[in-house]
């Protein structure tokens, strides 16, 4: 099977001949039919997130189940599937909390084995996905069946890229309806943040991005008000939207230290920034510590949403085909397996949203 792999960190990936090794009984083999192509596939593949190499990128992807081992009951040969990199063990105290999203645990799996062969030797799957490739192996619990109406290539964006940004409004920050939210960041999750504000009934929704041509699809998203951050001071134009108060929630979708104190400057007293862009390893914000007290705003990561792709990718796939989510928003450009390298140009550059790879004819 054909797959996107990385041998060393900076440089470009080449589409390479693997095989699977064979199943386990636990796991399932997937037929890919799409993968996103996440900003996480572009850390690792500059260095700047881990990964045991030669892997194969990718981890948001949906495809079509072929082959079940001896103990997999949940799943069958047919079923169409979202494939996630988080796996929790349902026992740990996080998992135990409802907090699966920071199951260590689940983190293993995501630094597994090899699970194919190339000429030269064994490949391990990205974040325990390996999406960017026609075929996967992978444990059964990482798998989420869909209903087949779904199409694939939408609930690819359910793997990784919807699940974060809308579960960070819903879950994290639990927008009420009314509030007011600005999302930092329009690609395909702040898009997804975006779409989550307008699903949970905000009143006001500010977009801001760098990339004024990105704000178009934030306007179709949801936001009733669009920034743009390469002409304008971001938290004077959103104190000014906002009689000078600021948001109730700042979601910042970058992760650099200049957005995240931007998102703490442009939230109201009492407000809560949340925080989805992972920034580097070495990377600090600095922060006012009188007003960290006296402001009285929380600060809070989101990981995943905080979702359980158990529990929350058959809601978002309900929510998108009763069209109350729109994944196709999302949706920059979809690309063959030979063009993953023009997507992260793309990302680079801070131009679109998801970047969707296609294996087979549309589903
Ligand atoms: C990432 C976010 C940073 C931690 C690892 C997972 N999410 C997916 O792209
Ligand atoms: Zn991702
Ligand atoms: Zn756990």
């Not at 189940?65 to 009951?73: D, I, K, L, R, S």
Request: hydrophobic residues 45%; contains cysteine.
């Amino acid at each position: 099977m054909r797959a996107v792999v990385l041998r060393d960190v900076g440089q470009p990936t080449a589409v390479e001949d693997l095989a699977l090794r064979r199943i386990g009984d636990q796991e399932v083999r997937v037929r890919l039919q799409a993968s996103g192509v996440c900003h996480t596939d572009l850390s690792v593949r500059d260095g700047s997130m881990p990964a045991l190499l030669p892997c194969t990128l990718g981890h948001e992807g949906a495809g079509i189940v072929t082959e079940v081992g001896g103990a997999v009951t949940a799943v069958s040969t047919g079923d169409h599937v979202v494939l996630t990199w988080n796996v929790p063990c349902r026992r740990c105290p996080h998992c135990l909390r409802g907090e699966t999203q920071l199951c260590p645990h689940g983190l293993k799996h995501a630094f597994g084995g090899p699970y194919a062969e190339s000429p030269t030797g064994p490949v391990w799957p990205e974040m325990g996905a390996g999406t960017l490739a026609e075929e996967t192996l992978l444990p059964a619990a990482a798998v989420v069946p869909v209903d087949q109406s779904l199409p694939l290539d939408h609930a690819a964006l359910l793997g990784c890229g919807v699940t974060t940004g809308v579960g960070a409004v819903l879950r994290t920050a639990a927008v009420r309806p009314g509030e007011s939210v600005l999302v930092i960041g329009c690609g395909g999750v702040g898009l997804a943040a975006i779409q989550g504000a307008r699903l949970a009934g905000a009143a006001r929704i500010i977009a801001a991005d760098r990339n004024a041509a990105q704000l178009p699809a934030a306007t179709a998203s949801g936001a009733t008000d669009t920034v743009d951050v390469g002409d304008a001071d971001l938290v004077g134009a959103v104190r000014d939207l906002t009689g000078g108060a600021g948001v109730d929630h700042g979601i910042e979708v970058v992760g650099k230290p200049a957005t995240i104190r931007a998102a703490f400057d442009a939230t109201r007293r009492g407000g809560a920034v949340t925080l989805v862009g992972a920034a580097g390893f070495t990377e600090s914000v600095t922060l006012p510590a009188l007003m960290l007290m006296a402001d009285g705003k929380k600060i809070q990561g989101s990981v995943y949403g905080a979702s359980d792709p158990a529990r929350d990718i058959p809601v978002l796939a309900e929510l998108a085909l009763r069209g109350r989510l729109d994944i196709e928003a999302l949706v920059t450009r979809r690309i063959g397996i030979d063009d993953v390298e023009a997507a992260f140009t793309d990302m680079v550059a801070g131009r679109g949203a998801r970047s969707v790879v296609c294996f087979g004819p549309p589903s």
